[in-house]
């Protein structure tokens, strides 16, 4: 028997990929002669005519655009393309749609308001740049939309990362321990010469629930100045498909690629890299920092093949009671953009201790209904100790 959809697609967009267009080409248009109703296969057909600047690229474009399941990406994508060829109105357009589909899409609106200037509809142009804004407020997106900071530079927030670090949790729902957590550090590495500290976050569903299955691994490398430079995660759970996924990201270019696995079908993506970058490792991390100095700020965060805005304010001090004895904790929200692993809304209220180290000893994650409850063990309170 010969191979499945799925495999002849994989070998299609790695090939793509590899730069090896023609190949791509011949298997994505015997994939679009077989079904040309599956989005899948239009996606990549859409993106291999562009690539090797067919003359019909815009025609598969806008095919993909008629589809059913249509994804923001895929009308991003279009929208970037017909304003390539200076065809504002449908690139406008485009983009309006992939916004519609994603409220949250922080590069469609970049996107949107340059085709409003270009269109000389500046009122528009600065509502959409502002949007941008409020969802990424990097001095990179400052100077691309000409825009002055005002007063001064916020200072650089530096997260609490010691090698050897290790943090275990307990998750809870209601009266259900639903698995465990660990966070550790495992210390410098270089990667394409720069020292990065790696950190490792693991998280396992309890086997005695048959109900619910979870077994995810992020990894991220994070530079001196808290910056992600690369990024690793494989997760399984019992909410979504099996999904793995590498962002890298390289400063000197200020480009990041993301390669991606999720349902057995394979993605690429070339994206601009954005100032501190963030994943959801690192974020946690970066909360630390902003317990720690009281700060409030926006970063954009790798989700999904995308950048989506997470935003990180203190709430203030709040007395809790953990490790049977009650403590003075730092309150800090954390509200992503987005939707995590298991179903996880992306918001998140931490509390931390109230010293340098910044030890959060419990998060309350948001879900459909209720919350998710982490609980450092009392163990890890050693880790403290310089």
Not at 194 to 199: A, G, S
Request: charged share 25%; hydrophobic share 40%; aromatic share 8%.
């Amino acid at each position: 028997m010969g191979d499945s959809r799925e495999q002849r697609l994989n070998q299609a967009v790695v090939s793509l990929y590899a730069q090896r267009g023609e190949q791509a080409e011949a298997l994505l248009l015997a994939l679009r002669k077989s079904d040309p109703r599956w989005l899948p296969a239009a996606r990549w057909w859409a993106r291999a005519r562009a690539e090797l600047a067919r003359p019909d690229a815009l025609e598969a474009a806008r095919a993909l655009m008629s589809m059913s399941g249509l994804q923001a990406k895929d009308a991003l994508f279009v929208g970037n393309l017909y304003a390539q060829r200076g065809e504002h109105g449908p690139a406008r357009d485009c983009l309006a749609r992939a916004l519609e589909l994603d409220p949250y899409l922080y590069l469609g609106w970049l996107s949107l308001g340059d085709e409003e200037r270009a269109l000389a509809h500046p009122a528009a142009a600065r509502k959409a740049w502002q949007r941008s804004r409020e969802l990424h407020e990097s001095p990179g997106v400052l100077q691309r939309l000409g825009l002055a900071l005002v007063g001064e530079p916020r200072a650089r927030l530096v997260p609490p990362l010691r090698p050897g670090e290790l943090l275990r949790y307990r998750a809870r729902y209601l009266f259900l321990t639903l698995g465990s957590v660990e966070l550790r550090n495992e210390g410098p590495r270089s990667y394409k010469g720069r020292t990065v500290q790696l950190l490792r976050f693991e998280a396992r569903s309890n086997p005695a629930l048959f109900f619910f299955h979870m077994s995810s691994r992020f990894e991220s490398w994070i530079a001196a100045d808290g910056t992600v430079l690369r990024h690793r995660n494989v997760s399984d759970d019992s909410a979504t498909v099996q999904h793995a996924v590498v962002y890298e990201m390289d400063p000197d270019q200020d480009a990041c690629l993301v390669r991606d696995v999720r349902g057995g079908l394979f993605s690429y993506e070339r994206l601009p890299l954005p100032a501190l970058a963030q994943d959801g490792v690192s974020v946690t991390q970066l909360t630390r920092a902003v317990a720690r100095r009281g700060e409030a700020l926006t970063v954009p965060t790798a989700v999904d093949g995308a950048w989506k805005a997470t935003r990180l304010r203190t709430l203030g001090p709040e007395k809790i009671r953990w490790g049977g004895r009650q403590l003075e904790a730092q309150r800090v929200e954390s509200v992503g953009l987005y939707e995590g692993p298991a179903g996880l809304s992306g918001t998140t209220i931490g509390w931390f201790s109230q010293d340098e180290r910044a030890l959060p000893y419990r998060l309350r994650m948001k879900i459909g209904l209720g919350s998710i409850v982490l609980e450092l063990l009392p163990e890890s309170e050693a880790d403290r100790q310089p």
